[in-house]
């Protein structure tokens, strides 16, 4: 056996997989670049890394609106309109990845980082919930913004940058992301 290995990049390596930064990658790397309305590989890659459990009729709306303002400024609001307005369905988590494969500095709604930040998404009726997602990811927005600030923010990124040095161009929120997403 070949003992000429770095062992931080073994650990580095293994790190990333277990927390999805290599799919994250490829998803970054791609977002511009394909066709996502068309694209299998990159379809089958994001629902696979974001868990997409949706069926095609409403896959095939998602990606083509996907393809279609990945060169456009949507927001959060837009996006999570136009998936209610297509679908019936109040899709804030996937609005939010959609948005933040574009805008990588865009936090994602994760049930898990929700779940973390002591956040909830209440209303009896769609209406209700479809406006109280739009406000609460801005609640979520302003925690990030707030939280970045912090030293506990600095400490994180640094600790991440260190541990996953060939991950430090991603993003300070998709760092911090990372880590609320692995508290379980």
Request: a negative charge; aromatic letters at 14%.
């Amino acid at each position: 056996m070949d003992t000429n290995f770095d062992v931080n990049k073994v650990f580095q390596d293994r790190l990333a997989t277990s927390m999805g930064l290599d799919k994250y990658q490829y998803i970054m790397d791609q977002v511009r670049k394909t066709n996502i309305a068309t694209d299998a590989v990159f379809q089958r890659t994001f629902n696979g890394f974001y868990i997409v459990r949706r069926n095609e009729t409403w896959r095939k709306v998602y990606y083509e609106l996907f393809e279609k303002v990945k060169t456009e400024t949507p927001t959060f609001e837009s996006i999570l309109t136009y998936m209610y307005e297509q679908t019936g369905n109040i899709e804030p988590s996937f609005s939010s990845k959609m948005l933040a494969s574009i805008f990588p500095e865009k936090p994602i709604w994760d049930r898990y980082v929700v779940q973390n930040l002591n956040m909830e998404l209440v209303g009896t009726t769609k209406q209700e919930r479809l406006e109280n997602a739009i406000i609460l990811y801005a609640n979520i927005e302003k925690w990030y913004a707030d939280f970045l600030q912090t030293d506990k923010a600095k400490e994180c990124v640094e600790v991440f940058d260190w541990v996953m040095p060939d991950y430090k161009h991603i993003s300070n929120i998709k760092k911090i992301d990372s880590i609320l997403w692995s508290i379980r």
